[in-house]
């Protein structure tokens, strides 16, 4: 089984709808990060959460990690085409140590926007 | 701009064939890793680096080899390609420090036959 979890698989919005995205995890996450992948390309970093009940903002997507640290969601405002693409949370999922440095991977969830 | 650079796009290799898919970065980063993505699976591990000649496996190391000889470049190895390695190849980079902020290659599809 995953040790990440996202939710949904998949997702298909209107264009200016809002939208989240879900990562779960049964462990406490040391980090957890946001990635963008648009189709057929490499990733694209987008946001790092590390403590608990922490929210960042980048343009009109927000990312928040709950006070437990084992779930993250995403939320897009007013979605619009560009916004497109897989999204994949990644985390660091045992203790910060010097040569252990790799992230686990969610399974990703495909958005697509519709006009 | 950071720049990670995959060799291969697309590549068509045959079962039983020793398949190279080269890595470099451009920023002086300690840290390379070699994800394979899958549909269902999303981004496994295969192998990481956090200096030159040092390798660590990752969660699928299986059929898989690397070399990191220079610090810019990281190469994973295909000893004898099967159908299961037909994949979606990913590099990444990273500051040592700085495990989660990764620099992703454009990736290499490979396709076993």
């Known amino acids: 089984s995953q040790e990440l979890e996202q939710s949904p698989q998949s997702l298909i919005v209107q264009e200016g709808k809002n939208l989240t995205i879900n990562c779960t995890s049964s462990k406490t996450l040391y980090g957890l990060y946001w990635y963008k992948q648009k189709y057929g390309e490499g990733l694209i970093f987008l946001m790092m959460?590390?403590?608990?009940?922490e929210e960042k903002s980048h343009e009109k997507i927000t990312a928040k990690l709950d006070e437990k640290k084992q779930q993250s969601s995403l939320h897009i405002t007013a979605s619009q085409p560009s916004h497109a693409g897989i999204y994949l949370c990644?985390?660091?999922?045992?203790?910060?140590?010097?040569?252990?440095?790799?992230?686990?991977f969610g399974t990703g969830t495909r958005l697509t926007i519709i006009p | 701009d950071v720049k990670v650079t995959q060799s291969s796009r697309y590549l068509v290799k045959r079962t039983g064939e020793k398949v190279f898919l080269e890595c470099v970065q451009d920023m002086d980063h300690e840290n390379m890793f070699w994800y394979r993505q899958d549909p269902g699976l999303g981004l496994r591990l295969i192998y990481f680096?956090?200096?030159?000649?040092?390798?660590e496996k990752g969660d699928i190391p299986e059929g898989y080899s690397v070399s990191r000889e220079k610090k810019e470049r990281f190469s994973l190895i295909l000893e004898s390609a099967s159908t299961n390695q037909t994949s979606m190849y990913l590099c990444?980079?990273?500051?040592?420090?700085?495990?989660?902020?990764?620099?992703f290659g454009e990736g290499s599809r490979l396709t076993v036959l």
């Open positions: 990444a980079s990273s500051f040592g420090g700085y495990p989660g902020e990764l620099f």
């Open positions: 680096s956090y200096d030159v000649k040092m390798k």
């Open positions: 990644g985390a660091d999922m045992t203790v910060i140590d010097f040569g252990n440095e790799k992230l686990t």
């Open positions: 959460l590390q403590k608990g009940g």
